[in-house]
């Protein structure tokens, strides 16, 4: 598969180096992440709002309540942001000025469409049960004709994006390097904790493989 | 202290129960997150960009580079909005369609402007580097006046706010609860992986003890 080409929105200027178009990069971001912040322009101000989103292929995929106001902008058309940012670790260099954070972020700008056709519909929602723990989809009630008359599902074609990523050590002032300053980075880990039963969960119901699996190291 | 007044913009009305307008709540969850996503409108598109924060009190700050062209849309006092999520967790119900994520969100309106005066600006610097790593700004070397001087710090007042939280059990239809499937949650967990010292420090320079706190546990 071919990257995508940088356009005079998605060109990194600052700090060029960190730029990415490489498809792969971008799709592992994504793929990485459950949450998406999702920029629209509501009378003349900006709105973002945090929501749950999957890739399927070449578009990441929203869905909303059909009486949910804010998503109609987005289920309607309105140019959109989606932007997707992992935390990775803290930066600590030797001058204030150069503490940074490492992370990985996506940006993709675009519009959204909704998805009518019934069983694609499906699909992204099954793709979004998935991505939140595998397996989970064939373990559940799947969604009933009245869930989804209530589910907008939108598609972002990925086609105007751009990855940006900090790794590694801080980067400081030549001159600095002489300084008696401890210096380096420190990895933010995200894990799963022991998964906690429903209150009302009777009590022989096991956790299942796929939940087991999540906490597994 | 008193709590803020919801308004038009920020009245959550879908699952309103999830809303607060709380300060302490507001005050807590921004000051749990070191990276917030800042939107601004550019053309006539929005754009969501990933940017480290800190508050001081009744305000946040953002800074960025007198150089990056995106940032002085922000600092000129565009209307902007400021969102923070911190997920929790996973949330898995009975059936797919009540799927979720625990999470701490806040969302500010607002617009910024720039902190001229240089003690303000560095009282900001300071509390940017000491929510990274607490004790770490009297370890580094302070920003001198080239780095002050290529540096804005937008000040946004916290006025135009919300918080939405979601924790605990998921929220099964009434009939689902019979079923016998596994429902639950499990907390993501965030922490600190041991520090890695930057490749060209010296090897008599230890861990220094703010650095070292920040993993234990």
């Given at each position: 598969m071919t990257d995508f080409q940088p356009t005079d929105r998605t060109r990194v200027r600052r700090v060029a180096n960190r730029a990415s178009y490489d498809r792969d990069t971008i799709y592992?971001?994504?793929?990485?992440?459950?949450?998406?912040?999702?920029?629209?322009?509501?009378?003349?101000?900006?709105?973002?709002?945090?929501?749950?989103?999957?890739?399927v292929g070449d578009a990441v995929y929203l869905h909303g309540s059909t009486r949910a106001?804010?998503?109609?902008?987005?289920?309607?058309?309105?140019?959109i942001c989606v932007t997707v940012t992992l935390l990775d670790g803290l930066v600590l260099a030797r001058s204030a000025f150069h503490h940074s954070v490492n992370y990985r972020s996506v940006t993709i700008h675009g519009s959204g469409s909704v998805v009518a056709e019934r069983d694609r519909a499906l699909t992204v929602l099954r793709a979004l049960t998935e991505k939140i723990a595998s397996g989970r989809w064939e373990a559940v009630r799947e969604p009933n004709e009245q869930e989804m008359k209530a589910t907008l599902v939108v598609e972002i074609p990925i086609v105007e994006v751009s990855a940006k990523v900090r790794s590694g050590d801080p980067i400081d002032d030549e001159d600095d390097?002489?300084?008696p300053i401890w210096a380096g980075s420190v990895a933010i880990e995200r894990r799963y904790a022991e998964p906690v039963a429903d209150a009302r969960l009777p009590g022989d119901i096991e956790v299942p493989e796929h939940v087991r699996k999540l906490t597994r190291r």
């Open positions: 592992s971001i994504l793929d990485d992440a459950l949450v998406a912040h999702v920029a629209f322009i509501a009378g003349d101000a900006p709105v973002v709002l945090p929501m749950a989103f999957v890739r106001r804010m998503f109609e902008t987005i289920a309607g058309g309105a140019p390097y002489a300084l």
